[in-house]
């Protein structure tokens, strides 16, 4: 069975750091990985989606690398801002049973 | 467009009553899934649907969880009867595609305190 973890869980950095969000997977058929985000109190907002037969991902100041083998991914946030303060979401697609799993997510918090 | 709409936002009922939430995808989805949200657990996938038809219910917990989707744009997850650990947020989300593995938009979700 699928199970997906999030290091660390939570994280305070002052603005303007670049930093990552880590997710590792303990089974690596997957057809995809996304990275959502999570607002208190909102849904989950797809941030990136990478398939199983790409490196990485980029939108703006995201960039998501997939590593299927190893069962990792990492989500790197360049410059961060007040507004990145969310909780970050990591969800394999696992083709063995079809389903997604997501993590437990790392709550970020960027400090003004 | 309005992005997926969930109803009612918040839920407040008594153990053994009736619980039925509601959903309404993005016009021209295929897909419409069911999610449930807690702190232990996290986010689980309970059911989801292609073109109406239930294709996995295998995380539904338990008989008394039932889900309906009966025309492309409505759907109900239901609860009878509810239990206080049945307290969540559940989600509602739709996805495009001809493939399930595609970008799912998510809606505000249904916070159910059940006493």
């Known amino acids: 069975k699928q199970e997906v973890t999030q290091i660390p869980a939570a994280l305070s950095v002052p603005e303007g750091e670049n930093l990552v969000l880590n997710c590792s997977f303990t089974d690596s058929a997957i057809y995809n990985l996304q990275w959502f985000r999570q607002d208190p109190g909102k849904g989950l907002t797809s941030l990136l989606l990478?398939?199983?037969?790409?490196r990485e991902q980029t939108s703006g100041r995201l960039n998501a690398s997939l590593d299927k083998s190893s069962g990792r991914s990492t989500l790197y946030i360049a410059a961060s801002q007040p507004g990145d303060s969310a909780t970050y979401l990591c969800?394999?697609?696992?083709?063995?049973?079809?389903?997604?799993?997501f993590g437990k997510g790392t709550r970020l918090h960027i400090l003004p | 467009d309005a992005g997926v709409i969930q109803s009612p936002r918040h839920e407040v009922t008594e153990m053994g009553q009736e619980v039925t939430l509601r959903c309404k995808p993005i016009?021209?989805?295929?897909?419409l899934f069911w999610y449930r949200q807690t702190m232990m657990r996290g986010l689980e996938l309970l059911i989801y649907?292609?073109?109406?038809?239930?294709?996995?219910d295998s995380g539904m917990p338990e008989d008394r969880f039932s889900a309906k989707m009966p025309n492309a744009s409505f759907s109900t997850l239901k609860i009878q009867p509810s239990e206080p650990r049945d307290s969540a947020v559940y989600f509602c989300?739709?996805?495009?595609?001809?493939?399930?593995?595609?970008?799912?938009?998510f809606g505000p979700g249904t916070r159910l305190l059940v006493l």
């Open positions: 989300a739709s996805s495009l595609g001809t493939t399930i593995q595609e970008t799912q938009y």
């Open positions: 969800a394999p697609w696992g083709n063995r049973d079809d389903k997604i799993i």
């Open positions: 649907f292609n073109n109406n038809v239930p294709i996995d």
């Open positions: 990478i398939q199983s037969s790409q």
């Open positions: 016009s021209g989805h295929d897909y």
